[in-house]
């Protein structure tokens, strides 16, 4: 079976800035909470685990116990960013900008979160197309519990709907998937019954998305709001953006091609997508013809 | 209220689209607002059809509100995009299979209808309002975005100088000669048809050679007309004077030729398939709907043909279930307070 998967791609553009380099300071590693979150920053830097002091570093990002390790950091005007998790939520406080001109700021990390730009939305009638294209029944429904993790994907992009449970909803929304799941995993994401997503209340999960997997029109409306549920309070990668910006690692953005990439990125296009090259060739420059000379 | 009302431009090319934004403006400017057209060329071939799209993203647009119509006008950007959808690049939707479409089942054409599919839900959502041209366009908008949309119908263009008339001894198609709008369907029907009715098709287009052909091999002689561009005046007069109108279009947008018949008080002869126009055409009472067979037209052209009076009555009814559509209404829900 063809593998359809967007792993390694990203809304944003990799490889369009510079790197610097982002300290990490944290006693074993990034707490696994916060992997998904360095992963999303790696768009925009290089995270190192360093040590205080360490040259080339030009932002840290540290654990709360680790952050009072660093007042060399704060000393030379180096961002700081300091995770913490409390009653107010989880989030990264950055404080203070080189400058020392702003106060600190609060950048909510999702939990649970999920890097957005890891899936692309699949329209339900471009699902049908793609499996009449591979030979799957019109109406193809997954129950992801018995996948194959390498499966995932592929079946999170062409099936007509899924029954998943909990913990992966996350995941199935962000492919834009017409969701049966259990009353537990949608409130535990913020799901609405009917609204982002079918709970399995009292009908039995494979009826049901079947029912859904009959029902394009209905399919079509659960997978953009879900999407859109997953893009609005539970994208790493928007939250990473963020503080890149605050943490001064990612570059201002001017100027017609940089204004093109920004309207690329709002619309969630691709990283590897052609348009992307196709609209950068178009905005460059042409080189100016040797005149000789003032004459 | 200063107004930007924004189209497609396709070069050279001129039909109900264009029609529409321009009864727009004038509708506009007589409820005392002040409106402009801001055009933009778009490109249907694959390789350039997402560029268009996003040209209208970078575009400045300095008005109190702008009202976006087809694709891909709705890419503009603006605090108050009010998107009233004539219709979307159909060759990656409804139409991908059609043979004009262009679109395959390979990779590149399956990633072209998704990430269209994504930018045109993200992009219609901006809208402050969101309205389309007809239930047709609506529900294809819920079926491929998942988007929910309110129809706003509005009167066609000439709707205050069509007049019924004696009826005359053809039927009549006012068509763009393209592959979606089917002329070959009334052309081949006219060889199934005995009464001596005759079939009269105005317009222009790529198919004439492939029509002229047709003509000829089915010895159709002097009953298919083929008039090519004709003005408003003799539309008009066309109109008035046939026993009725075909038009068989595959899954139309909204169809400007179903409401001008009604309004000349002649029945429609339409199809299953014909989208839009179907949402107007109702079997029996103000039409005939069939299946989109020369066979099947031939055999409702034959009945009007050979019952004039029933025509008539058909005719009388269409008048009467469109001659209220007013141009006022539809100003005021565009611009008004949902909006």
Same mark, same amino acid.
């Given at each position: 079976m063809t593998t359809v998967t967007a792993r390694g791609a990203t809304a944003t553009t990799p490889g369009a800035y510079p790197p610097a380099r982002l300290g990490l300071l944290t006693a074993l590693g990034p707490p696994p909470a916060w992997a998904a979150l360095v992963e999303a920053l790696a768009v925009w830097c290089e995270p190192v685990a360093a040590r205080p =002091?360490?040259? =080339?570093?030009?932002a840290w990002l540290a654990s709360s116990p680790q952050a009072r390790h660093l007042p060399a950091a704060r000393r030379l005007g180096l961002p700081v960013a300091v995770m913490e998790t409390g009653d107010a939520g989880t989030a990264v406080v950055v404080s203070p900008d080189r400058d020392h001109t702003r106060p600190a700021q609060r950048v909510p990390v999702p939990v649970p979160g999920i890097r957005a730009s890891q899936a692309w939305p699949v329209a339900p009638f471009v699902r049908a197309r793609w499996r009449r294209r591979l030979g799957l029944p019109a109406g193809w429904t997954v129950a992801v519990a018995d996948l194959d993790a390498d499966l995932l994907d592929t079946a999170l992009a062409l099936a007509a709907a899924v029954v998943v449970p909990g913990e992966l909803l996350l995941g199935a929304l962000s492919w834009g998937q017409a969701c049966v799941t259990t009353a537990e995993g949608a409130r535990a994401v913020g799901a609405a019954d009917g609204v982002e997503a079918v709970v399995a209340a009292s009908g039995e999960p494979a009826e049901l998305a079947a029912e859904l997997a009959g029902d394009e029109r209905r399919a079509a409306c659960l997978g953009r709001r879900g999407r859109r549920l997953v893009e609005r309070h539970h994208d790493l990668d928007l939250a990473a953006a963020r503080l890149a910006r605050l943490l001064g690692l990612a570059p201002p953005v001017a100027g017609p091609a940089a204004a093109a990439r920004r309207h690329l990125d709002e619309l969630r296009t691709p990283a590897g997508s052609p348009v992307r090259a196709r609209v950068a060739a178009a905005l460059v420059a042409p080189t100016p013809e040797p005149t000789g000379g003032p004459r | 209220m200063r107004v930007l009302v924004c189209g497609a431009q396709v070069p050279f090319t001129r039909g109900g689209a264009e029609l529409h934004m321009e009864n727009l403006l004038t509708a506009l400017r007589g409820a005392g607002h002040e409106a402009e057209l801001v055009r933009l060329p778009v490109a249907w071939d694959a390789e350039r059809v997402l560029e268009s799209a996003l040209a209208w993203r970078s575009v400045p647009l300095d008005g109190d509100v702008v009202v976006t119509t087809n694709f891909p006008s709705y890419f503009a950007r603006h605090p108050r995009k009010v998107v009233w959808l004539f219709h979307q690049h159909r060759a990656a939707y409804d139409a991908a299979d059609a043979p004009w479409s262009g679109m395959g089942d390979d990779d590149a054409s399956l990633e072209l209808q998704r990430l269209l599919a994504d930018w045109d839900t993200r992009v219609l959502e901006e809208a402050t309002a969101l309205f389309t041209t007809s239930a047709t366009v609506a529900d294809r908008l819920v079926r491929y975005n998942g988007l929910e949309a309110t129809p706003l119908a509005h009167p066609p263009p000439l709707a205050d100088r069509l007049v019924g008339g004696t009826s005359g001894d053809y039927v009549f198609c006012p068509t763009r000669l393209a592959a979606n709008k089917r002329p070959e369907l009334l052309a081949g029907a006219m060889a199934h048809c005995g009464t001596g009715v005759r079939a009269v098709i105005a317009g222009t287009g790529p198919l004439r050679p492939d029509l002229e052909r047709l003509a000829r091999e089915a010895g159709l002689g002097g009953r298919l007309e083929l008039a090519g561009f004709v003005g408003d005046d003799e539309l008009v007069a066309l109109y008035a004077g046939s026993l009725a109108v075909v038009y068989a279009p595959?899954?139309?947008? #909204?169809? #400007?030729v179903t409401l001008q018949a009604f309004l000349a008080s002649k029945p429609v002869v339409t199809c299953t398939d014909s989208g839009g126009v179907l949402e107007w055409v109702r079997h029996g009472e103000n039409g005939l709907v069939v299946e989109p067979t020369a066979e099947a037209v031939g055999a409702a052209v034959e009945r009007l043909a050979a019952d004039p009076g029933l025509a008539r009555r058909l005719g009388s009814a269409g008048r009467r279930s469109v001659e209220d559509l007013r141009w006022e209404p539809v100003v005021q829900r565009l611009l008004g307070p949902a909006s």
């Open positions: =002091g360490e040259p =080339g570093v030009v | 595959f899954d139309e947008d #909204y169809g #400007y």
